[in-house]
């Protein structure tokens, strides 16, 4: 209820707004060049911060219209070096929009009355404003391509800081894991197949496909909207999927059919050139208590090939580790960073810090028993400390990759903020008096330089 009265109060605030903004003739509100940002450019970047459930701040639109400004220039360059985006890389990047928007307004009906318009409408508006966006992208990406720090500009970064100020690192470790997944033998999948085959042969005697979904698929993310996941191409789903999905007509439903996530059976709503929208229902697989003995008698008996220094912790993840993303890197877990020291405080699983904080550098641990927390799938695990600092102040011999970092980013806005000056001292800026007032919009009205 919470939730649906938060969603009400956007809704109600965003079409005041709207109403206000129907009196509002379009106009230009900045010019950039012989670029102009108008009052619906604005609008329409307001609408989708709105639309991601942010709650209605006019402060933000001084933030908006300084990322317009900053788009404008770099766009502009952009057409100079003749650096352009593909039609795919619009679409997909468009389509991930919708997707989020969708998912955040509850579903597409709502989100539709949300938007005052119909998806298609909206998603055609805000084509010309991505693509620009991802052209400024691209050439962002170009100016700082070769950013890069030495040895001695870390080192001069780093004694620049106040010592007062550094920061304070809790204990960190490098850890490595081996994970292996319970597997279902063909007769164990079978009562997940007939489940979602007979809710499949109910829609097909007339039951609401959108109800059977709400009601028994176990996708979390579609099952709300009625199994609905929006337009997508053949890159957007797994292989399996899209096969089902890009050979149906539209209204026609599938077979079961099995994927990595379990069995599913898809209807398609709509198709639209290469894109193709489809609802499913999704029923996951579960192990059994024979699959997860089979997976501990696995995982026991690679643990004693380790114990008995028949392998070494890495050639066994790299032989034999489900885990995708750490298998051919020797089961070595990484952060957001691709940094492989983590924080023990960010270690997010019990069973995982329970199992890790016992150890000493070099031994294994027991056999885990996972859950993933996101997705509700079970593995075992085993973990392997490589190194443990202790808590400690910033230093350039134990954080030197931190620093590094830290100092390459810091190049970087240095980098963009000298490129961004010689292009605002040189180029025409004129901001409307409307919005002068707004702190991030000051130093885009400096005089510009003669040439």
Known sequence: MKKFLGILFILTAYLNTLSAQEKLVDRVIATVGNAHILQSDLEI??????????????????????????????????????????????????????????????????????????????????????????????MQQQI????????????????????????????????????????????????????????????????????????????????????????????????????????????????VFETQF?????????????????RHVLIKKQPTYESLNRAKAKIDSIANLIKTKKLTFNQA???????????????VVTNEDRSTLIPMDQLDDVAVFNAIDKLKEGEISEPVLYTDKRLGEQSYRIYYLRSRIPPHKASLEQDFAKIKEA??????????????????????????????SCDELKIWTKPMKDN
């Open 317 to 331: 993840a790299s032989i034999y580790s489900d885990d995708q993303n750490t298998k051919y890197n020797g089961g």
């Open 45 to 138: 970047e307001y609408t989708q911060y709105l639309a991601y459930g942010n709650k209605p701040d006019d402060k933000v639109k001084c933030y908006i219209l300084q990322q317009l400004l900053t788009q404008k220039l770099l766009a502009q360059q952009a057409a100079i070096d003749s650096i352009e985006v593909s039609e795919s890389e619009i679409d997909d990047q468009l389509n991930y929009r919708i997707r989020t928007m969708i998912q955040r307004a509850g579903g597409k009906e709502r989100l539709e009355e949300f938007l005052n318009r119909s998806i298609l409408q909206h998603k055609e508006e805000m084509r010309p404003m991505v693509a620009e966006q991802m052209r400024g992208n691209k």
């Open 407 to 436: 100092a390459r980013q810091d190049k970087v806005n240095r980098t963009l903020n000298k490129w961004f000056e010689s292009r605002r001292e040189t180029t025409y800026i004129d901001i409307n008096p409307d919005f002068l």
């Open 262 to 278: 379990g069995f599913h059976f898809l209807q398609v709503l709509e198709r639209r050139g290469e894109e193709v929208n489809v």
């Open 144 to 255: 700082i391509s070769k950013v890069d720090v030495t040895p001695e500009e870390v080192k001069r970064y780093f004694n620049s800081l106040n010592p007062d100020s550094l920061p304070y690192f809790n204990t960190e470790i490098e850890y490595a894991q081996l994970v292996i997944n319970p597997v279902l033998t063909k007769e164990e999948k079978e009562q997940f197949r007939k489940r979602a085959e007979t809710y499949r042969q109910q829609v097909l005697n007339g039951s609401d496909f959108g109800t059977i979904a709400r009601l028994y698929s176990e996708d979390p993310g579609s099952s709300p909207h009625g199994g609905e996941l929006g337009f997508g191409t053949r890159e957007t789903w797994v292989k399996e999927f899209s096969a089902q999905a890009f050979r149906l007509k539209k209204g026609e439903i599938s077979p």
